[in-house]
């Protein structure tokens, strides 16, 4: 929790705490009012009067009451790491005692501290028993609430009175009219059943919860394996469609092996300069044909490329229809040569490519491609100005699997995978609402470096 929220949540406590200890000072025509019922029924022997008297008295501290231990509530857990450690429930506790022993120094009072301590172990049992959840303060107060105006009760009941039960000036003073008009019949049978039915609903409300709770996190854990099983599933599919277009791509080597041996025939029996020049031209289309399927089945087949030509063999695979979407591209000029495979790492490029116009389907922007040499390497640079991609998801985001809109995830750590074959290395930074920038940096050929060195 940050400093100003947690400083917040003290602030709260003590509020809650303090305009509970002051509650008395700005219900003094509330109080009143019981004193002088209290006379009254004494007076017309009217014990009717006595029970609206008794429940206006639990009322009146339970309001009182209900503010100290929410405020203690909050100010324990906010200065615990932990919500519900042993130091957290010693806490709450002593902030309560507290705050009950101020209200006691201050009003002259003999309010019991033994109802404190039985609330005190209640609350704390139950607690293990209230969904760990943010309607948690709403959940506990619910609870208080009822135990409260249940345990108050027993301030009224006479035979408890040896055990220290309803020392406070009220409590006394209506024990002693109870006797008067009912020899303590009355208080002794209200009071105890009133105890009880407020003790039970405050019982069943904390079972239901509880109930509710495990139903709920069952319910999330069902959800989150169906999920993830849905990404396995997807993932499966696209593995197993992988491995099909890779034995398709390897089974058309026979037939180019068998074209290029039929067009050698033709080239030997049909001699005139046209057709030779057709046989030719063949040739060179079967030859490049059989480096890409070499390229796609061998990650290790590699070729020396120049940039401009790989970004254009990019380019002419990234489809960009989209009239809101500038593709803003800008290649360095006598770049260096690079020794990559070829078809491997133009689809690694294009993922990117492809991400980035995909974050700008729904409001348009800007995509940038800067090819520029840097050191001795060929550094991409993809920026879009799109949605951008929350920072927690920045480490993540490579994991084969992660995927934030419903794809297989196997997009940008097929790019990371490649751009690593090729001794490279592949960043991503972004700023939410503002950019998204991919960086790929790729050792030039050594070849090439080594011709620059020498001055060629």
Same mark, same amino acid.
């Given at each position: 929790?940050?400093?100003?929220? %947690?400083?917040? +949540?003290?602030?709260?406590?003590?509020? *809650? /705490? @303090?305009?509970?200890? #002051? !509650?008395? &000072? =700005?219900?003094?025509?509330?109080?009143?009012?019981?004193?002088?019922?209290?006379?009254?029924?004494?007076?017309?022997?009217?014990?009717?009067?006595?029970?609206?008297?008794?429940?206006?008295?639990?009322?009146?501290?339970?309001?009182?009451?209900?503010?100290?231990?929410?405020?203690?509530?909050?100010?324990?857990?906010?200065?615990?790491?932990?919500?519900?450690?042993?130091?957290?429930?010693?806490?709450?506790?002593?902030?309560?005692?507290?705050?009950?022993?101020?209200?006691?120094?201050?009003?002259?009072?003999?309010?019991?501290?033994?109802?404190?301590?039985?609330?005190?172990?209640?609350?704390?049992?139950?607690?293990?028993?209230?969904? %760990?959840?943010? +309607?948690?303060?709403?959940?506990?107060? *619910? /609870? @208080?609430?009822?135990? #409260? !105006?249940? &345990? =108050?009760?027993?301030?009224?009941?006479?035979?408890?009175?040896?055990?220290?039960?309803?020392?406070?000036?009220?409590?006394?003073?209506?024990?002693?009219?109870?006797?008067?008009?009912?020899?303590?019949?009355?208080?002794?049978?209200?009071?105890?059943?009133?105890?009880?039915?407020?003790?039970?609903?405050?019982?069943?409300?904390?079972?239901?919860?509880?109930?509710?709770?495990?139903?709920?996190?069952?319910?999330?854990?069902?959800?989150?394996?169906?999920?993830?099983?849905?990404?396995?599933?997807?993932?499966?599919?696209?593995?197993?469609?992988?491995?099909?277009?890779?034995?398709?791509?390897?089974?058309?080597?026979?037939?180019?092996?068998?074209?290029?041996?039929?067009?050698?025939?033709?080239? *030997?029996?049909?001699?005139?300069?046209?057709?030779?020049?057709?046989?030719?031209?063949?040739?060179?289309?079967?030859?490049?044909?059989?480096?890409?399927?070499?390229?796609?089945?061998?990650?290790?087949?590699?070729?020396?490329?120049?940039?401009?030509?790989?970004?254009?063999?990019?380019?002419?695979?990234?489809?960009?229809?989209?009239?809101?979407?500038?593709?803003?591209?800008?290649?360095?000029?006598?770049?260096?040569?690079?020794?990559?495979?070829?078809?491997?790492?133009?689809?690694?490029?294009?993922?990117?490519?492809?991400?980035?116009?995909?974050?700008?389907?729904?409001?348009?922007?800007?995509?940038?491609?800067?090819?520029?040499?840097?050191?001795?390497?060929?550094?991409?640079?993809?920026?879009?100005?799109?949605?951008?991609?929350?920072?927690?998801? *920045?480490?993540?985001?490579?994991?084969?699997?992660?995927?934030?809109?419903?794809?297989?995830?196997?997009?940008?750590?097929?790019?990371?995978?490649?751009?690593?074959?090729?001794?490279?290395?592949?960043?991503?930074?972004?700023?939410?609402?503002?950019?998204?920038?991919?960086?790929?940096?790729?050792?030039?050929?050594?070849?090439?470096?080594?011709?620059?060195?020498?001055?060629?």
């Amino acid at each position: 929790m940050k400093d100003d929220k %947690k400083i917040a +949540y003290i602030a709260l406590g003590c509020f *809650l /705490i @303090l305009f509970g200890i #002051l !509650f008395p &000072v =700005q219900s003094m025509k509330w109080s009143s009012w019981i004193y002088e019922n209290i006379e009254v029924s004494l007076e017309s022997t009217d014990s009717g009067r006595l029970v609206m008297t008794a429940l206006s008295y639990i009322t009146w501290y339970s309001i009182t009451f209900s503010f100290i231990y929410m405020g203690s509530m909050v100010i324990s857990h906010t200065l615990s790491k932990r919500f519900f450690s042993i130091w957290n429930q010693l806490m709450f506790s002593g902030i309560v005692l507290a705050s009950v022993l101020t209200y006691n120094h201050m009003y002259h009072e003999h309010y019991a501290y033994i109802i404190h301590f039985l609330l005190l172990g209640i609350l704390l049992f139950l607690m293990n028993f209230i969904p %760990k959840q943010r +309607y948690f303060y709403v959940t506990f107060l *619910l /609870i @208080l609430v009822f135990m #409260l !105006f249940s &345990v =108050q009760w027993l301030n009224l009941i006479p035979a408890l009175s040896n055990f220290g039960f309803g020392t406070d000036d009220f409590a006394v003073s209506m024990k002693i009219t109870d006797e008067y008009l009912t020899d303590q019949k009355l208080f002794n049978t209200f009071s105890t059943i009133l105890f009880g039915v407020f003790f039970l609903i405050a019982i069943i409300i904390t079972t239901l919860l509880h109930l509710f709770s495990k139903q709920m996190m069952i319910s999330r854990q069902y959800q989150q394996q169906t999920e993830e099983l849905r990404e396995t599933k997807g993932a499966l599919i696209e593995t197993n469609v992988y491995k099909e277009i890779h034995s398709l791509v390897h089974d058309l080597k026979s037939p180019l092996v068998t074209v290029e041996g039929l067009i050698s025939l033709l080239s *030997l029996k049909v001699q005139d300069e046209k057709s030779q020049s057709y046989f030719n031209r063949i040739s060179t289309s079967l030859e490049k044909m059989k480096d890409m399927v070499s390229e796609i089945l061998y990650e290790d087949t590699k070729r020396e490329l120049e940039v401009q030509e790989l970004v254009n063999y990019v380019r002419s695979h990234v489809r960009q229809e989209d009239p809101n979407i500038a593709f803003h591209m800008q290649v360095e000029e006598n770049l260096p040569n690079l020794y990559i495979n070829k078809i491997r790492f133009a689809r690694a490029l294009s993922n990117v490519l492809e991400n980035a116009l995909r974050s700008l389907k729904d409001d348009g922007g800007n995509l940038y491609l800067d090819v520029e040499k840097h050191n001795q390497s060929i550094q991409f640079l993809i920026e879009d100005d799109g949605p951008g991609i929350d920072a927690a998801w *920045l480490e993540t985001i490579w994991e084969e699997g992660f995927s934030t809109k419903n794809s297989s995830g196997i997009g940008l750590p097929f790019v990371k995978n490649v751009v690593h074959q090729h001794g490279g290395t592949v960043s991503m930074e972004s700023e939410p609402d503002v950019y998204t920038r991919v960086k790929i940096e790729i050792p030039v050929s050594e070849k090439e470096d080594e011709e620059h060195d020498s001055g060629y």
